[in-house]
């Protein structure tokens, strides 16, 4: 059994959610966690969750969604209080990669979710690409964080950086793809009470259905990557990884 942690096919343009749920469901995939990227996804994801009895949501503005500012985070806060199946805030951080909103606007929207996951007693989806330099002294101003790095492909000091915090690593079909050997032996140290995986469903596509819609269902081909680079059995990875969801969202 696993659990897909990270996955947006409550989306309004993801074709044929039903189906993918239960080709997942038939590959062993028990639990779903839809993740909201703006106002508008994240009430999608809940309305999504509550309407499927194995599928759980979280509220989030995503860094580039960042420059909509506070009523955004007032919907997500709303959302909190009427909606009984959110697991999470996020996702949310920071992305210099792109810098489709201003930095300053990312730190501001990633300060109030980090507040509004406090309020709530929720766990944070972090999304941080390029800029961790800023994330970590913002992380360790908080008290009691506790929360995920989504999609994480950075560097192996900052792999420690985040075990020594506590947090989990979200690793997806970019693990079977990437053709970085750094990145590849970064993977293959991520320490098994701390990895989580996703599939970040429709995007990120792992090997051997590279060029089609991702899904649920692709947890599996991770998994086996995974085992494979670690050199350790699917039934411990299942239950490290099983484990590792239940403490952190459930």
């Known amino acids: ?19 993918a749920l239960s080709r997942a469901e038939e590959a062993g995939i028990t639990r779903f966690i839809c993740v909201g ?18 599928c759980w949501s979280t509220i989030g503005i995503h860094p580039h969604e960042a420059i909509n500012g506070m009523e955004a985070v007032k919907k997500l806060d709303q959302l909190a209080q009427n909606h009984s199946k959110i697991v999470a805030v996020g996702e949310c ?3 210099y990669f792109y810098d489709h909103s201003p930095r300053e606007k990312q730190i501001e ?8 996951a406090k309020k709530y007693d929720l766990p944070l989806i972090f999304h941080v690409r390029e800029a961790f330099d800023d994330f970590w002294p913002i ?24 075990i020594e915090r506590g947090l989990y690593v979200g690793i997806n079909g970019i ?8 990145q590849k032996a970064m993977f293959a ?13 429709p995007f990120l596509t792992p090997i051997p ?36 969801a239940t403490t952190l969202f459930f």
């Open 1 to 19: 059994m696993f659990t897909d942690t990270h996955c947006h096919i409550h989306e309004a343009s993801y074709q044929d959610p039903t189906g």
């Open 37 to 54: 990227t703006d106002e508008t996804t994240s009430d999608e994801a809940a309305k999504f969750a509550e309407a499927h009895e194995n």
């Open 93 to 95: 951080g920071l992305d």
């Open 109 to 116: 929207m990633l300060h109030e979710q980090i507040k509004l």
């Open 139 to 162: 992380f360790d101003s908080y008290e009691g964080l506790r929360g995920v790095l989504h999609s994480f492909t950075d560097s192996k000091e900052n792999l420690d950086k985040a």
């Open 175 to 182: 693990s079977t793809f990437t053709k970085i050997d750094e």
């Open 189 to 201: 140290s991520v320490p098994l009470d701390h990895l989580l995986l996703e599939t970040d469903a």
């Open 209 to 244: 259905h590279r060029g089609k819609v991702n899904e649920p269902a692709f947890i599996t081909h991770i998994a086996h990557y995974i085992v494979n680079l670690q050199s350790i059995t699917l039934t411990e990875l299942s239950r490290a990884t099983e484990r590792n």
